[in-house]
């Protein structure tokens, strides 16, 4: 199955249309080290930024809650991008995971470690807050729910506001993983 969305290009897009596209391609997405592309050579968004020129309101909110969990969070670097490479593999997105390579090696993933997460494994990580956050993002990728005991090793790691950010970016990339199955055309 190919792509269902035509990109649109800067000029086609209406005002609350190019509001979105401003906040995604001018906020820190496009300020940091940029690890993959957000527009073809034309302008277009790329990935599961396209669909949310879709609904200019909820394409700004859902832009803004994927800033705030990868650039507000109190989630360390090597570990949020663990977490984002475990949902790429439960939902087998090939663009999430390719472009969370290469922020997770910028962030110093290593290639074994980001090999086991492609493969839906844990790494051996020597961290053992890296390693929470791990085994709760299997558990809700899994379960959709933590037992008392994950949530209280969870909690003794990053805290309730970490864990709050956790299930939230679960929550934000496995929605980003489903838009692209529908709309970009990416395989189960």
Same mark, same amino acid.
């Given at each position: 199955m190919g792509a269902r969305l035509a990109g649109l290009l800067p000029g086609e897009l209406d005002e609350e249309q190019a509001d979105v596209y401003q906040a995604i391609i001018g906020g820190?997405?496009?300020?940091?080290?940029?690890?993959?592309?957000?527009?073809?050579?034309?302008?277009?968004?790329?990935?599961?930024?396209?669909?949310?020129?879709?609904?200019?309101?909820?394409?700004?909110?859902?832009?803004?809650?994927?800033?705030?969990?990868?650039?507000?969070?109190?989630?360390?670097?090597?570990?949020r991008e663990m977490a984002i490479l475990a949902v790429a593999a439960?939902?087998?997105?090939?663009?999430?995971?390719?472009?969370?390579?290469?922020?997770? #090696?910028?962030?110093?993933?290593?290639?074994?470690?980001?090999?086991?997460?492609?493969?839906?494994?844990?790494?051996?990580?020597?961290?053992?807050?890296?390693?929470?956050?791990? #085994?709760?993002?299997?558990?809700?990728l899994r379960h959709g729910a933590l037992s008392d005991e994950e949530y209280a090793d969870i909690v003794s790691a990053v805290g309730e506001r970490g864990l709050f950010e956790l299930t939230t970016l679960v929550g934000y990339y496995a929605?980003?993983?489903?838009?692209l199955r529908v709309f970009a055309g990416e395989g189960p």
């Open positions: 820190p997405r496009a300020a940091g080290p940029q690890a993959f592309a957000l527009t073809d050579p034309e302008g277009r968004l790329l990935g599961p930024f396209n669909a949310m020129l879709l609904s200019p309101p909820v394409g700004l909110a859902l832009q803004a809650v994927g800033a705030a969990v990868r650039y507000g969070s109190t989630l360390g670097g090597r570990a439960h939902w087998n997105s090939a663009f999430e995971r390719d472009a969370h390579e290469a922020v997770g #090696r910028a962030a110093g993933l290593t290639e074994p470690e980001m090999a086991a997460l492609r493969t839906g494994a844990a790494p051996d990580v020597a961290d053992p807050g890296e390693r929470s956050v791990l #085994r709760a993002t299997r558990a809700l929605t980003l993983a489903l838009q």
